[in-house]
C-alpha cells in the first residue's frame, strides 16, 4: 500500500511505500529544471530528483537511487515523488522547487520554492 502526502506531515513505515505530491506554477520546463530536495533536522539540504532541463533526463541522488520515481501530470503542473522501501534516514522535510539548471540542483540553490514542505517522518 502506498501512502499519499500533499503537506503537512505524515508518518510512514520502514520499508513502507510514500506518494508525495507538489503543486507547481509559473515555468517553462525547457527553461528551468524541476526537482526534489530534502532537508533533516539539524542537517543541510539534499538533492533528491530533478528533471533537467538540459536534456530531460531524470537524475537520483545516490541515497534514493533505485527505489524514489520522480513523476509529473501531464501538465506539469503536480509533482510526484514516490519512495519505496522507506529508511529512517529518509526522515526529512520534502520540497519541491525550480532550478536554474541541473548544476543548481546539485548544489541544493533553488530557484523557486512551491509550498511549505512535507514532513516525512520514517519509524520502525
Known amino acids: 500500500e502506498v501512502q499519499h502526502a500533499e503537506s503537512g506531515g505524515v508518518l510512514a513505515q520502514a520499508g513502507g511505500s510514500l506518494r508525495l505530491s507538489c503543486a507547481a506554477s509559473?515555468?517553462?520546463?525547457?527553461?528551468?529544471?524541476i526537482g526534489w530536495f530534502r532537508q533533516a533536522p539539524g542537517q543541510d539540504r539534499e538533492p533528491v530528483s530533478c528533471i533537467s532541463n538540459i536534456d530531460g533526463v531524470t537524475y537520483y541522488a545516490d541515497a534514493v537511487k533505485g527505489r524514489c520515481t520522480f513523476s509529473t501530470d501531464d501538465a506539469k503542473t503536480t509533482l510526484y515523488l514516490q519512495i519505496d522501501n522507506l529508511k529512517p534516514k529518509d526522515t526529512a522535510v520534502y520540497y519541491c522547487?525550480?532550478?536554474?539548471?541541473?548544476?543548481?540542483?546539485?548544489?541544493?540553490?533553488?530557484?523557486?520554492?512551491w509550498g511549505q514542505g512535507t514532513l516525512v517522518n520514517v519509524s520502525t
Open positions: 509559473g515555468f517553462r520546463l525547457g527553461d528551468v529544471a
Open positions: 522547487a525550480s532550478f536554474r539548471n541541473i548544476g543548481y540542483f546539485w548544489v541544493n540553490r533553488p530557484l523557486e520554492i
